[in-house]
């Protein structure tokens, strides 16, 4: 798991990684896009829960064999 960049002293993706797997998962497939899920995982890790550590979580699960929906998001990154 990526440990690179942190808030208060911790790693933001450790709030996203301390949501039981069965809970990611059904949150990940049940939602419609990037943004609803990071807005539901956010709302159990009562904090923040960035897009990229969700993306992160749900590849890993994924190279374990789990199923994962593939989300997409609404609007294209913008090339700066």
């Given at each position: 798991m990526f440990y690179g960049i942190t808030m208060g002293g911790r790693p933001m993706s450790d709030r996203v990684g301390q949501v039981p797997q069965d809970q990611f998962v059904a949150v990940w497939n049940g939602s419609e896009s990037l943004g609803e899920a990071s807005?539901?995982?956010?709302?159990?890790?009562?904090g923040n829960a960035p897009?990229?550590?969700l993306v992160?979580?749900?590849?890993?699960?994924r190279k374990a064999g789990v199923e994962m929906k593939?989300?997409?998001r609404p609007v294209p990154l913008q090339r700066v």
């Amino acid at each position: 798991m990526f440990y690179g960049i942190t808030m208060g002293g911790r790693p933001m993706s450790d709030r996203v990684g301390q949501v039981p797997q069965d809970q990611f998962v059904a949150v990940w497939n049940g939602s419609e896009s990037l943004g609803e899920a990071s807005a539901r995982i956010k709302g159990i890790v009562c904090g923040n829960a960035p897009g990229w550590a969700l993306v992160q979580r749900a590849l890993e699960l994924r190279k374990a064999g789990v199923e994962m929906k593939a989300l997409f998001r609404p609007v294209p990154l913008q090339r700066v």
